[in-house]
């Protein structure tokens, strides 16, 4: 049987070369907001996982908590007609995992990542481990290297509102 969430992650990152270990907090993480608080790490060290769906077809998109993803942005790097955020439904369908521990690695089927510049701002990121108490440190270039993601400036301005910092990791 093949392995569930942090394990799974865990295994993904092991094939992948990465020295990293799944941390379990004690509270949930399942927003980027809490994931900082229970860290005491600053908002834009954890990484959002957000699937997107351009013209159909999924795209992992990983940006800064302190952040939102700009679909315009989205659109015209991917060439595509229409971009939009994938539902529940759609995100545990194609990467095995539910909104709000949706990892950017492990998945159930490889997927295209990109990868917002603005985490570049921190050495060590936080990026859910497949559980909504679950999480894993990892350098920004060793998150680069692993998910075989494209580095670009993917996002709007710094998040403000209380709804765009607490969206689901």
Known sequence: MRERGPARVQAALEAAGADVEVITLADSA???QLAADGLGTPLGSIVKSLLFLADGQPVLVL???DRRADPIKLKVLLNARRVMIADAEQVREETGFSIGGVPPIGHV???PTWIDASLGRFETVYAAAGHPRS???IRFDT???VTGGHVADLTDTPATSTTETNETI
């Open 135 to 137: 999480v894993f440190p």
């Open 109 to 111: 089927q490889p997927l």
């Open 143 to 145: 998150l680069v290297h």
């Open 30 to 32: 399942r927003t980027a």
């Open 63 to 65: 940006v800064a908590g």
